[in-house]
């Protein structure tokens, strides 16, 4: 006499080979959209970092009530308290992550927190000031969006999100 067989459970081999397959074509297809998500994010992140560094001189240059300088040059960001542009203290320096680079660019803050042009008139040169950032090898565009810090004439601080889209 024979015995029923038990119905079967679980995934048969070729069941598991299709969904390996479809799953294979799937990441095919996101994979170029990992590497902008990447770039994006990296970009976004040292943004945030020369953010918090620009901020930082302004408040320490109305917490001193001295002049505050902020520089870029690469990947580096000093904070240096400029009273006396011969004799700077370097009060902070930061490094941008993941190879960003942010261009070259000096903002200096009086001690109201206003951001100034000593070089062309260190008393009364209220100036906007535009600090751009990009990741070597990388084109800005509407999918690689690279942000641009921007410092209004007022002392306003505003981070964009994308300088190519007139922030």
């Known amino acids: 006499m024979r015995h029923p067989m038990p119905k079967a459970r679980g995934l048969t081999l070729i069941e598991l080979m299709v969904a390996i397959t479809v799953a294979a074509f799937l990441l095919m297809a996101a994979a170029p959209h990992f590497a902008d998500y990447s770039n994006n994010s990296r970009l976004r992140e040292g943004g945030t970092t020369l953010q918090t560094e620009t901020l930082f001189a302004q408040s320490e240059a109305i917490k001193r009530n001295r002049v505050v300088r902020l520089t870029t040059s690469g990947s ?7 009273q006396d542009p011969a ?5 902070r320096e930061r490094t941008l992550a993941g190879g960003v680079t942010a261009a070259t660019a000096t903002v200096d803050f009086t001690p109201r927190g206003y951001p100034v042009n000593r070089a062309v008139n260190p008393s009364v040169d209220f100036v906007a000031a535009a600090i751009d950032l990009g990741l070597p090898g990388v084109t800005c565009s509407s999918e690689q969006r690279c942000p641009g810090l921007r410092v209004d004439a007022g002392g306003g601080i505003r981070l964009c999100g994308n300088k190519l889209s007139g922030c």
Do not use: G
């Open 76 to 82: 580096t960001v000093q904070v240096l308290e400029a």
């Open 87 to 91: 004799n700077m203290t370097l009060l």
